[in-house]
Structures are given as structure tokens and as C-alpha cells.
């Protein structure tokens, strides 16, 4: 039996790639490679950046169109999650390239440690949301004195 047909680059010599190339969206489908591509690269959210300095995150979120009323931060120990929705619309025209992603997201982040959830603060401009957050320090001393009940004067 002759295997080389099944190769589609060994084909009668010349360039295979090009060959190989033609003959895969008629064996996986047209839209393999796009569908495949946003699952890898698709977020769940807006995309991020996180910086530390000292005891401080500083979480900066691209949300391009955002109006605060939209938005929702919480932190709460190792966790910041971030919901709403983004609406970048233009009256009059017709959509016909999307990469800026639209409608409801939400994202939720692990953070490297916990932090404090008494002193959060957010602001935004520019299109860009900036989180700070501080680490919760615990405090290592817990002596805590305990009452003893005298039951001999009972």
C-alpha cells in the first residue's frame, strides 16, 4: 500500500506546505483554527496587570468604555474580583471587526497574599481601573489574657 497518498506533502514533489495547508480545513473544518485560537486566547475578563512594591498591589485593568456605574470591585483576603459590563458603541454605525471585547465580564484574581479589606481603594481614568490593596499583617503576638473563674468563693 502506498502511504504517501495519505501525506498530502509528499504529493507529486514541489512544495508540500503549501499542499499540507490547502487540504486541512477540508479535514478539520474552515473554522478549526479560529475557534481553537479563541479558546486558547479568549479572557475571561479584561486583561490585567500586577505590580508589588513593599506590603502593596497595585492591579491595573484595561476596560476601555467603562462607565463606574457598571463596575464592582471586592476584595476579600487572597482574592479581588472585578464585575460589569462594557459597552463601546457608536450610534449610527455598524459593526463589522470586534476585538474589543463587550457586554458582561468578570474577573477574579489570586492574590500573592491576603490583604486588607478596610483599606481598598480604586480609581479610574483613561480607560484604565487601578486597584491598590495592602497586605493584612497579622500580628504575631497573641497573648491574650485569660480570666480565671474562682470556684472556691462559689
Same mark, same amino acid.
Given at each position: ?16 506546505n ?9 479535514f ?24 508589588e ?9 484595561? $476596560? =476601555?468604555?467603562?462607565?463606574?456605574? &457598571?463596575?464592582?470591585?471586592?476584595? +476579600?483576603? !487572597?482574592?479581588?474580583? *472585578? ?24 474577573r477574579?484574581?489570586? $492574590? =500573592?497574599?491576603?490583604?486588607?479589606? &478596610?483599606?481598598?481603594?480604586?480609581? +479610574?481614568? !483613561?480607560?484604565?481601573? *487601578? ?20 470556684l472556691?468563693?462559689?
Amino acid at each position: 500500500m502506498d502511504m504517501n497518498k495519505f501525506w498530502p506533502m509528499n504529493n507529486g514533489g514541489g512544495n508540500g506546505n503549501n499542499n499540507w495547508k490547502k487540504s486541512m480545513p477540508s479535514f478539520l473544518g474552515e473554522d478549526f483554527f479560529s475557534d481553537f485560537q479563541n479558546l486558547l486566547f479568549d479572557s475571561s475578563g479584561p486583561k490585567i496587570n500586577i505590580y508589588e512594591s513593599g506590603n502593596e498591589i497595585l492591579c491595573v485593568f484595561a $476596560l =476601555p468604555g467603562l462607565k463606574l456605574e &457598571d463596575v464592582d470591585v471586592y476584595a +476579600y483576603e !487572597r482574592t479581588l474580583e *472585578v464585575r460589569g459590563t462594557l459597552h463601546v458603541d457608536y450610534n449610527g454605525f455598524r459593526l463589522i471587526q470586534e476585538e474589543i471585547p463587550q457586554g458582561p465580564f468578570k474577573r477574579t484574581i489570586e $492574590l =500573592p497574599y491576603p490583604v486588607r479589606d &478596610d483599606k481598598v481603594d480604586a480609581s +479610574y481614568q !483613561r480607560g484604565v481601573l *487601578v486597584v491598590h490593596l495592602h497586605r493584612l499583617i497579622r500580628s504575631t503576638k497573641v497573648n491574650k489574657k485569660v480570666n480565671i473563674q474562682n470556684l472556691d468563693e462559689e
